[in-house]
């Protein structure tokens, strides 16, 4: 029996990790040479705002994770609580390629979520409609 909980506790633990907890992983060892990187080749790039949104995410997710994580070994028993730790680092390790600031899923991921922190530019159109509609409107004729 305790084998099952074992393997059930490892399964939960794998999957929080998955899902949310290498988010966080993310943020600190891609976001943050990303956004470093974006200011160098975008002077008016917003570090601070982007900074911030990666420490939010970064804290929120641990709290969540460490919250989670006492619970478990609080009112578990030896086996789920060892297997938990066991699914946690499995997807850890599983996922150490994806944390790369070089990662293509990565860069493009962060240039969606950062995307207000980059200037608005002058010469696109979205951005033309957005301030003077009658402008863009004789634009097009």
């Not at 002077?43 to 982007?50: G, M």
């Not at 060892?82 to 899923?105: D, E, T």
């Not at 002058?122 to 634009?139: K, T």
Request: hydrophobic share 45%; with cysteine; net charge neutral.
């Amino acid at each position: 029996m305790a084998i099952s909980y074992f393997f059930g506790a490892a399964a939960g633990g794998f999957v929080l990790m998955a899902a949310i907890g290498i988010q966080a992983l993310v943020a600190l060892f891609s976001s943050i040479p990303l956004a470093r990187r974006r200011k160098k080749e975008c002077p008016d790039f917003d570090l601070k705002r982007a900074y911030r949104r990666i420490t939010q995410v970064t804290i929120l997710v641990s709290v969540l994770i460490i919250v989670i994580t006492a619970l478990v070994i609080r009112f578990t028993s030896t086996a789920p609580a060892v297997g938990y730790l066991f699914g946690m680092i499995l997807a850890f390790v599983m996922s150490w390629k994806r944390m790369s600031p070089n990662n293509a899923q990565n860069q493009k991921g962060f240039e969606e979520a950062y995307a207000d922190c980059y200037p608005s530019s002058d010469r696109s159109p979205d951005d033309a409609s957005l301030e003077d509609p009658e402008d863009s409107a004789n634009q097009h004729q």
